[in-house]
């Protein structure tokens, strides 16, 4: 069975530092691997995905992803937090290019000081 | 364009209740999911349509759930004889395409709260 896990319920960071959320996942396939983020009342959003071409994939908003198969990880970063980032955000798998649902983790709330 | 829409946003039930929870998907998205959110988790997945043909329900947690999606467009998500157990966000997503990596488009969700 697939799973993901995401290192830290809570991360908080000062605004311009580095952010850095942890994602690592469990597939007995090569895996497709997104990040999404939630907003208070809104709908989740897709930042990013890994769909087995480049490893180091860029997405919305200044967050870049790199897919390490070796160490099973796909860890979200953004080289300076910005306040509008504070939200929850979650890594899902899926281990399968047709069949479609998605496995997410239980989510990593980023608090972004001032 | 408009997005996906879920209605009602909150649902207050009494244990034993049957509820039904509507998802509007972006207009002409064949892949239609629908997730069950508790607090302070992930989504988890609760059954797929591509069109009309429900092609997973792997994830329902009981058959007091069903879901439908009869001319492949609105999708219901009925709850028989709720249980406190069942008090979580109900997400739907819709996709354009049948692959995986075809991005899958969220609502706002469906806070179901049994009393």
């Known amino acids: 069975a697939q799973s993901v896990t995401q290192l830290g319920s809570h991360v908080s960071v000062s605004e311009g530092a580095l952010v850095l959320l942890r994602c690592n996942y469990s597939s007995s396939v090569p895996p497709y691997l997104f990040w999404y983020v939630q907003y208070p009342n809104q709908g989740l959003q897709l930042l990013l995905k890994y769909t087995s071409a480049a490893t180091l994939v860029k997405g919305i908003n200044g967050f870049e992803a790199e897919f390490k198969k070796s160490e099973t990880s796909f860890h979200l970063t953004k080289p300076s937090a910005h306040m509008s980032d504070a939200a929850e955000y979650f890594c899902?798998?899926?281990?399968?290019?047709?069949?479609?649902?998605?496995?997410f983790g239980a989510g990593t709330i980023l608090r972004v000081k001032s | 364009g408009a997005g996906v829409s879920q209605s009602p946003r909150y649902k207050v039930a009494k244990r034993g209740q049957d509820v039904a929870l509507r998802c509007d998907p972006i207009s002409g998205h064949v892949s239609l999911f629908w997730y069950q959110q508790a607090l302070g988790q992930g989504p988890e997945f609760l059954t797929y349509?591509?069109?009309?043909?429900?092609?997973?329900k792997s994830g329902l947690p009981s058959d007091r759930f069903f879901a439908e999606r009869p001319e492949g467009s609105v999708s219901t998500l009925k709850i028989q004889r709720t249980q406190q157990e069942d008090s979580a966000v109900y997400l739907c997503a819709s996709s354009s395409g049948l692959a995986v990596y075809n991005e899958q488009f969220f609502g706002p969700g469906t806070r179901l709260t049994v009393l």
């Open positions: 349509f591509q069109n009309e043909a429900q092609l997973d």
């Open positions: 899902a798998v899926s281990p399968m290019e047709y069949g479609n649902k998605l496995v």
